[in-house]
């Protein structure tokens, strides 16, 4: 798979808007409907607090991910491919690059997602469990695997 990550640029704030819309958007719509001015706020905020990425298939974006440190663990967010990319193989792809590079520096990886979004299961594949819930939201975590010598 040509598969790339690279750091997301100020020109790429609007496909990140739109990729969050139409991958996590009907899951935010189901429970509290989608507000164009609230969620781009809401991007505002998180694309000047966190260091977003691109991925990238052959060349053409297809996606976002941020991960940064925080409290002594790696944590995922802004996780989004789009649909028409779903299901092929590049959320796996994302996460066992990331993932690795976790395994290697021995770092706890945390994520949360929306209890009614299917992308639990992709999560759980890569052996993250559930550390906590709330109404709302699964808190999930992966512990580093012993990589072999």
């Not at 890569?126 to 512990?143: I, P, Q, W």
């Amino acid at each position: 798979m040509d598969l790339e990550i690279r750091a997301a640029v100020d020109s790429d704030f609007e496909f990140a808007l739109d990729a969050k819309r139409q991958a996590l958007g009907p899951y935010v719509a189901a429970r509290w409907g989608w507000d164009d001015n609230f969620q781009r706020n809401l991007h505002r905020s998180r694309w000047r607090e966190r260091p977003w990425s691109i991925i990238l298939k052959s060349s053409m974006p297809v996606g976002t991910i941020a991960t940064w440190k925080v409290d002594g663990h790696l944590r995922i967010g802004e996780f989004y491919v789009l649909p028409a990319f779903q299901r092929c193989g590049i959320g796996s792809a994302v996460l066992r690059q990331v993932l690795g590079h976790a395994d290697q520096d021995s770092e706890v990886v945390r994520l949360e997602h929306l209890k009614w979004n299917p992308v639990g299961a992709l999560y759980g594949r890569h052996g993250f469990v559930e550390e906590n819930a709330n109404d709302t939201h699964y808190f999930l975590a992966r512990h580093p695997v012993a990589l072999q010598q």
